[in-house]
């Protein structure tokens, strides 16, 4: 579903991704992991579109990123940043509508099929009991799942999620988790930037491991998430272990 092919992109004389190639399936659950200033929010910005590569080519589906009006591209990526600011006293139901703008254009009045979906969407992040609250009165966790849920609205087929647990308590984590693989399981691609490679490794199907600008690794959690790759890359000790449930690879510190 996406390719990347040579991508570079900096900033002036500074080169924060270098000649990337690699390739998302659709229905992927792919995590993006590395230390700080790695590239990966950038990264992630460029397969959305909104940043430009100075050299190398993104395809969707075949067709060229750059070639997409931007309905159309609305229409099949969603992108979620880390932390979205809101300054006006919308409801939440009418945060979630705006996920539907791509259908709608200038002037439209939302559809019986529109209403629909902001239904569905708040019904899958379970905050339907939220819908007429001021967005400014919830938690940083409800936040979140508020702007998961307009993405879920906007129906694209590809998600792209900067950070989406930064900030969040545990529970909260593993609740927006679990929610993302359900989407997934569901068929939607993932395209996700994370720190927290514990988590990481219990949710992704494929990691893609950056560092200065270049990949060092990509793969399954278990052959991406091994003590020498992440000690070198983090340049941190740790101790890899296997989940006692599930089996899959985690990380302990020291």
Do not use: C
């Amino acid at each position: 579903m996406i390719e990347v092919d040579g991508l570079t992109f900096h900033y002036d004389h500074s080169v924060v991704l270098d000649r990337l190639t690699f390739k998302i399936q659709s229905s992927e659950f792919v995590g993006i992991i590395g230390p700080n200033g790695a590239g990966k929010s950038t990264l992630l910005r460029v397969l959305g579109g909104l940043l430009k590569p100075q050299a190398g080519r993104v395809l969707i589906d075949g067709k060229e990123l750059s070639s997409y009006p931007l309905g159309e591209l609305a229409r099949l990526v969603s992108f979620i940043p880390q932390e979205t600011h809101f300054s006006l006293n919308f409801k939440v139901w009418d945060v979630v509508l705006q996920g539907r703008y791509p259908f709608l254009g200038f002037f439209k009045i939302e559809t019986k099929k529109d209403i629909e979906a902001v239904q569905e969407a708040l019904g899958k992040t379970r905050i339907d009991h939220l819908a007429d609250k001021s967005i400014l009165n919830l938690s940083s966790g409800e936040r979140q799942l508020v702007v998961i849920a307009r993405a879920i609205a906007q129906t694209s087929r590809i998600l792209l999620l900067d950070e989406p647990t930064t900030f969040l308590d545990i529970h909260h984590q593993m609740e927006i988790m679990s929610l993302l693989k359900q989407l997934n399981d569901e068929g939607k691609t993932i395209v996700m930037v994370i720190h927290d490679l514990n988590l990481a490794a219990l949710f992704t199907t494929r990691l893609i491991l950056i560092d200065r600008g270049r990949i060092v690794a990509q793969g399954s959690p278990e052959e991406v998430i091994s003590e020498d790759q992440i000690e070198r890359v983090y340049q941190l000790k740790v101790t890899r272990i296997k989940h006692p449930a599930r089996r899959l690879p985690q990380i302990l510190l020291g």
